[in-house]
């Protein structure tokens, strides 16, 4: 009797130790019972994080730069929605992170040149020193242009948009209600979602969700389930092969001219020159035609007397 009673004791701590994992993140460290999963940002430093729900953006570019630096496994082999939307044409870096996971406003990298970021962690402002003021600056505005592989029934927008609501709802615990609009061209297999939430809302996390999206397209999925990304409507598997993310902040960007390459105020400089130019000769050209009339009733009156 007593074997049979460790047995079911093994069996049951077993089963506790198989459940204890972090389906939302491949690279949590997971031990219990009672389950606790961390995640390795850098030396000595493992935030616990909560498994149940997404991991914030933030703790997983750092967790990802950590891996590269170490030499650890990180990955295998529409248009603007507004005027004020902006790509993050930076990339990657190290971030700075609050204790719950958010970007601090300002991030360094390591270095001595400092930028403000918006809370998707994506550079807001021109780069400066470290006496830089930045604010939080909340993103409640995204928009992934995505385009899908060849399919041969392509489905309506209808039909689209409620693959894509479940979908977002599923593996991302995105509320469906928060997809603004999908517009989609079928003959260039191009999907453009907006995903959009009150101005006033700190509860929903964009850019939480559009990063694990992003990874899922362009790279592998952040699950510990390795499954690919795909929309099923009507059943019929659409899978994506690129992405676009533009991110809407509740304030503009701050960006200057300063910062141009020397390409385009190259280019901007000669505009200017060729517009000038142009207007003088136009100006000197009216001048001569303003005097070789004024000079006629002249000739006329000389030729009279």
Same mark, same amino acid.
């Given at each position: 009797?007593?074997?049979?009673?460790?047995?079911?004791?093994? %069996?049951?701590?077993?089963?506790?130790?198989?459940?204890?994992?972090?389906? &939302?993140?491949?690279? %949590? &460290?997971?031990?219990?019972?009672?389950?606790?999963?961390?995640?390795?940002?850098? &030396?000595?430093?493992?935030?616990?994080?909560?498994?149940?729900? !997404?991991? *914030?953006?933030?703790? +997983?570019?750092?967790?990802?730069?950590?891996?590269?630096?170490? =030499? !650890?496994?990180?990955?295998?082999?529409?248009?603007?929605?507004?005027? *004020? %939307?902006?790509?993050?044409?930076?990339?990657?870096?190290?971030?700075?992170?609050?204790?719950?996971?958010?970007?601090?406003?300002?991030?360094?990298?390591?270095?001595?040149?400092?930028?403000?970021? =918006?809370?998707?962690? /994506?550079?807001?402002?021109?780069?400066?020193?470290?006496?830089?003021?930045?604010?939080?600056?909340?993103?409640?505005?995204?928009?992934?242009?995505?385009?899908?592989? *060849?399919?041969? =029934?392509?489905?309506?927008?209808?039909?689209?948009?409620?693959?894509?609501?479940? /979908?977002?709802?599923?593996?991302?615990? +995105?509320?469906?209600?928060?997809?603004?609009?999908?517009?989609?061209?079928?003959?260039?297999?191009?999907?453009? /979602?907006?995903?959009?939430?009150?101005?006033? $809302?700190?509860?929903? $996390?964009?850019?939480?969700?559009?990063?694990? +999206?992003?990874?899922?397209?362009?790279? !592998?999925?952040?699950?510990?389930?390795?499954?690919?990304?795909?929309?099923?409507?009507?059943? &019929?598997?659409?899978?994506?092969?690129?992405?676009?993310?533009?991110?809407?902040?509740?304030?503009?960007?701050?960006?200057?001219?300063?910062?141009?390459?020397?390409?385009?105020?190259?280019?901007?400089?000669?505009?200017?020159?060729?517009?000038?130019?142009?207007?003088?000769?136009?100006?000197?050209?009216?001048?001569?035609?303003?005097?070789?009339?004024?000079?006629?009733?002249?000739?006329?009156?000389?030729?009279? *007397?």
């Amino acid at each position: 009797m007593k074997d049979i009673i460790v047995l079911c004791l093994l %069996a049951f701590v077993a089963g506790a130790y198989a459940q204890c994992t972090c389906k &939302n993140m491949k690279w %949590a &460290n997971c031990d219990g019972p009672p389950c606790v999963c961390t995640l390795l940002l850098g &030396n000595n430093v493992k935030p616990e994080v909560k498994c149940d729900t !997404l991991i *914030s953006k933030c703790f +997983l570019m750092k967790a990802e730069m950590y891996r590269a630096k170490n =030499n !650890l496994t990180t990955r295998s082999i529409g248009g603007k929605p507004v005027d *004020s %939307a902006f790509l993050d044409n930076d990339g990657i870096y190290d971030p700075e992170c609050e204790n719950d996971g958010r970007f601090k406003a300002i991030q360094c990298n390591n270095t001595e040149t400092c930028w403000c970021v =918006n809370s998707a962690g /994506v550079r807001r402002s021109d780069k400066g020193d470290k006496n830089i003021k930045c604010e939080p600056v909340e993103t409640y505005w995204v928009r992934l242009e995505m385009k899908h592989k *060849s399919v041969t =029934n392509p489905p309506d927008v209808g039909q689209l948009k409620s693959a894509l609501a479940d /979908v977002f709802k599923n593996r991302y615990y +995105l509320d469906p209600k928060y997809i603004s609009e999908v517009q989609y061209d079928s003959a260039n297999r191009l999907i453009v /979602v907006d995903v959009q939430k009150p101005k006033d $809302d700190r509860n929903v $996390d964009l850019p939480r969700m559009s990063y694990y +999206l992003e990874k899922d397209v362009k790279v !592998l999925p952040l699950f510990k389930d390795q499954s690919k990304f795909e929309v099923r409507p009507n059943g &019929n598997p659409m899978e994506m092969e690129n992405i676009l993310v533009y991110y809407v902040d509740e304030q503009a960007p701050t960006f200057t001219m300063q910062k141009l390459t020397g390409g385009v105020i190259a280019v901007i400089v000669v505009v200017i020159l060729v517009v000038l130019i142009g207007l003088l000769v136009l100006f000197f050209a009216r001048r001569q035609e303003q005097a070789k009339y004024s000079k006629t009733p002249e000739r006329e009156l000389e030729t009279r *007397s």
